[in-house]
């Protein structure tokens, strides 16, 4: 039985193999709208959600599967003090598989280890999000036809934004790849990241606060929001949480091919007069979420 709890959890080529079996379910939907027919997904969403819950929702349903679940823990039993680990063992008994967000780090990976059945990680806390990451991957595969040297600017809130986390740790098995950490000096990117993944793996980076300065550079500039839900003092999140404000005017030396990703809520980040451009690329994004996974569900109920 497999679980997807960080992005390592898959190898570069079940990447690959996922995206494959995206790009087929995108130009042949109706041929997967079966292959889930009597399977269950539960989705346990202990934080707030649109895109990771409703796409795992739709992606079972286009499967022919169905859902079962809750959208916040004042709803389930957890709000009378159950505990991950039980919440997780009686789930195994109701459905076939576990899409899980908690506001805890590790939590779904507690889950894993007492569950019956696959658990994925929906996001937990300000650590990881992978199947953002399959979403992301498929949004730069289909953009830029390949994985290998890019420059990547991430901007924003590097410090809690678990997409970040999650999308360096995926582009650290690629080559050439170079990335541009832009934040204000208290959102910058864990040290344990910058160690861990990218001094581990001999990835090319530079910090800086300049998003214009940095743009003509970029392949691709990853947006993200300032994470209020993360922060223990309202001043601290007010002080910083228009950091970052992409405009047209912003984006007059970016390449013609840049490719603007965010992972969604946006509330500053992006103005909305972007949304137009031909290289704003989050709201397909966003779409793409659905597909990868509908490709993940398929492989870890271990269906062809
Ligand atoms: N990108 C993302 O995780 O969005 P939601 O919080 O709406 O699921």
């Keep these: 039985m497999r679980h997807l709890i960080g992005i390592n959890d898959l190898s570069s080529a079940e990447i690959d193999e ?10 042949n939907p109706k041929k997967y709208s079966e292959k889930c027919r009597g399977k269950k997904l539960a989705t346990l969403f202990f934080e707030p959600s649109t895109r990771t819950r409703l796409s795992f929702e739709a992606a079972m349903y286009e499967l022919g599967g169905n859902v079962l679940g809750f959208s916040e823990a004042n709803s389930s039993s957890a709000a009378k003090g159950e505990s991950v680990a039980d919440t ?11 899409a899980m967000r908690h506001p805890k780090e590790g939590a779904p ?6 569950a019956s059945i696959p658990v994925v990680n929906a996001g937990d806390g300000g650590h990881n999000h992978p199947t953002q990451t399959l ?3 498929l949004t730069i595969k289909r953009k830029k036809g390949r994985f290998d040297n890019l420059t990547v600017g991430f901007c924003g809130d590097l410090k809690f934004g678990r997409t970040v986390h999650s999308l360096i740790e995926a582009l650290s098995r690629y080559t050439g790849i170079k990335l541009v950490l832009i934040s204000p000096e208290e959102l910058k990117l864990p040290d344990y990241i910058k160690n861990d993944v990218i001094k581990k793996h001999g990835m090319d980076y530079i910090e800086t606060n300049d998003l214009v300065e940095a743009m003509p550079n970029l392949d691709i500039l990853y947006m993200t929001r300032v994470q209020k839900e993360r922060f223990f003092n309202e001043e601290d999140y007010l002080r910083l949480k228009d950091s970052y404000i992409l405009t047209p005017s912003k984006l ?5 091919d840049l490719c603007i990703m965010h992972p969604l809520p946006r509330v500053n980040e992006i103005s909305v007069s972007v949304d137009n451009d ?10 793409n979420g659905k ?3 509908m490709a993940l569900i398929l492989k870890l109920l271990g269906i062809e």
Excluded: E, G
């Excluded at 997780?88 to 576990?98: L, P």
């Design 18 to 27: 996922l995206i494959a079996v995206a790009l087929d379910i995108i130009d």
């Design 252 to 256: 007059t030396n970016a390449k013609d």
């Design 278 to 287: 031909p290289r704003a690329c989050y709201f397909v994004q966003a779409l």
């Design 135 to 137: 979403a992301d991957l």
């Design 291 to 293: 597909y990868m996974r």
């Design 88 to 98: 997780a063992k009686m789930i195994s008994c109701y459905a076939d598989i576990i």
């Design 109 to 114: 990976l507690v889950a894993s280890m007492n």
